[in-house]
């Protein structure tokens, strides 16, 4: 039991640059996460939409896709980049092109948003602290954890739908962050049980 | 290497201690079992209709059917429609968006927009040639200009007249979702030069048709 309880070392608690102090957000959003960090039947993946980094989303349009994941992942996580060295706007290259993007992911098993309403691309993304926009001095990140972990149910797929308001095409990623299970529902459940800890289910 | 941060943060360590690196393995442990719990509730949560089965604000009945598919006895139906003069247009014609419709949807309430009307109607011709790339009808969601703007699913870049309204067309891919205080707004933009071809006489036509219902 001790084994268990010791403090987690991973890789949110390597910074340089942020004070680990229990107010901040990702203090907080990692409390949330303990059980997750914690269980050793889970592995990280992440999923890159679009795929293809060259595929742009047209001026005015959307493009919708489809991820596929392990039934019983938990998405815990999203981050997004837009675009890559481009200006949206001929008059002001410090806009942010990813302020023209709305994002929305569903989860297509139960048809719930993830987000009340499509969010703008530029919460997710990284933001400049010097220099502008169109330079792409970006030296900070928002934090990518959610405030709970998703779990994501049979049969395990979530739409992606991203939506270009720019009058030019922007090319962009948005990357969700999931914690997917290493053996399937029913095996975890017997791996457990052989485990001893049959109370517990 | 920056002065202020001490060689441990900036070197590399290949020392890395076994309870560094959590690789998964086949001996669960309780976080295991917590998370199989947790899973399984999910997956009697989804057997039993999901979660807009279950949760309701107090009072509301559940939906038989998806409300965004078939119109619930709660369901508001909407029909607003919108005209732009062209007259009214600033000249020169710069593609600014003007906007010929603007419709709010209710706190409180989501809705679907299942067909859309966007025409041009003038005494005579309207000087108008389909997909010639004079006028841009946009349809947009969440904002009122600029990066604000979310252009409905293939909406955002009509430059072909849709249906009319006698008859509507329906949208493409069913209907499209709206939700709650969302500024659902058409606008037109003429392009540069369109204004010697455009009929100043004629008026853009918008409408959109659809439904609300609780949320």
């Not at chain 1, 679009?50 to 001026?59: F, G, I, K, L, Q």
């Not at chain 1, 989860?107 to 703008?120: G, K, N, Q």
């Not at chain 1, 529902?185 to 791996?191: A, F, K, N, P, V």
């Not at chain 2, 999910?42 to 604000?57: E, R, Y």
Request: contains cysteine; aromatic residues 10%; hydrophobic residues 40%.
């Amino acid at each position: 039991m001790m084994e268990q309880e010791r403090t987690v070392l991973d890789g949110w608690l390597y910074s340089n640059s942020m004070v680990y102090l229990p107010t901040t957000y990702r203090a907080s959003v990692l409390a949330q996460m303990e059980v997750l960090r914690r269980a050793r039947g889970y592995r990280a993946r992440w999923y890159v939409t679009p795929e293809d980094s060259d595929e742009p989303v047209v001026a005015f349009s959307q493009v919708e896709y489809q991820v596929r994941v392990q039934p019983g992942s938990y998405l815990w996580g999203i981050t997004f980049a837009a675009p890559f060295g481009e200006t949206v706007d001929a008059d002001d290259e410090d806009v942010d092109p990813a302020k023209f993007i709305h994002v929305q992911v569903t989860d297509a098993c139960t048809e719930t948003p993830l987000l009340s309403d499509y969010a703008r691309g530029s919460h997710f993304a990284g933001f400049a602290s010097f220099g502008s926009v169109a330079s792409q001095v970006k030296t900070s990140r928002r934090a990518p954890v959610m405030i709970m972990p998703r779990l994501i149910g049979d049969p395990g797929l979530l739409d992606v739908e991203i939506y270009n308001g720019a009058s030019v095409d922007v090319r962009c990623q948005l990357v969700l962050l999931v914690a997917e299970p290493c053996v399937p529902y029913g095996e975890m459940r017997d791996l457990i049980e052989k485990a001893g800890m049959a109370g517990i289910l | 290497m920056r002065a202020d941060v001490g060689q441990r943060h900036t070197v590399r360590s290949n020392a890395v201690g076994e309870c560094y690196l959590r690789k998964p393995d086949q001996n669960p442990n309780v976080y295991d079992a917590c998370l199989a719990v947790d899973c399984g509730i999910w997956n009697q949560l989804v057997g039993q209709g999901g979660l807009h089965k279950l949760c309701c604000p107090q009072g509301r009945q559940k939906y038989a059917h998806r409300p965004w598919v078939a119109m619930p006895a709660e369901g508001r139906r909407f029909k607003p429609i919108g005209i732009l003069a062209v007259a009214d247009y600033p000249l020169p014609f710069d593609f600014s968006d003007a906007e010929v419709l603007r419709m709010r949807v209710p706190l409180g309430y989501d809705g679907v927009i299942t067909d859309v009307v966007c025409e041009l109607s003038a005494p005579g011709g309207t000087g108008f040639v389909e997909a010639a790339g004079d006028i841009a009808w946009r349809l947009s969601a969440n904002g009122t200009a600029g990066n604000v703007r979310r252009f409905l699913r293939d909406l955002g870049n009509l430059q072909v007249t849709i249906g009319s309204l006698t008859v509507p067309s329906p949208v493409p891919r069913g209907g499209i979702r709206i939700y709650s205080d969302d500024l659902v707004i058409f606008t037109a933009a003429f392009a540069v030069g369109a204004e010697v071809r455009i009929n100043p006489l004629a008026r853009v036509i918008c409408s959109v048709t659809g439904w609300f219902y609780p949320r």
